[in-house]
């Protein structure tokens, strides 16, 4: 191959890494503030965290995303999910999801009536 040839191989393997595209899917795990994040708490996260939510993976990883007034997540639907386990679905550009769908996959415990021995 003549030396031209490589450096236009070069060139164009170079400008290919540095166009990165977004990266679309899914990502499990749970909904908590990103203090409680950082030390792996999940069941014990204080509201007071609500108002700075991340996406705590399984692999320790927390994952920032976009939410809002105006967005596929708002502020409701991060008081009904908040440190428990749920699905987001988006696109990540520069380091952010940007979900169109969060699913909640855990429920809480739900009360049952026993009627016992009447």
Not at 58 to 65: I, Q, R, T, V
Not at 92 to 108: H, M, N, Q, R, Y
Request: some cysteine; overall charge neutral; aromatic content about 6%.
């Amino acid at each position: 191959m003549p030396p031209l040839s490589r450096t236009r191989l070069a060139v164009a393997g170079a400008s290919l890494l540095l166009a990165v595209p977004a990266q679309a899917g899914e990502w499990v795990g749970w909904l908590v503030g990103e203090p409680c994040a950082v030390s792996l708490q999940v069941a014990d996260c204080p509201l007071r965290h609500v108002d700075q939510p991340v996406l705590l993976l399984e692999s320790g990883e927390k994952l920032a995303f976009v939410w809002g007034e105006g967005k596929a997540i708002n502020a409701t639907a991060i008081d009904k999910s908040y440190a428990k386990k749920v699905r987001l679905s988006g696109e990540i550009k520069d380091g952010v999801l940007a979900p169109v769908k969060l699913d909640v996959l855990e429920t809480s415990g739900e009360k049952k009536f026993f009627k016992g021995c009447l």
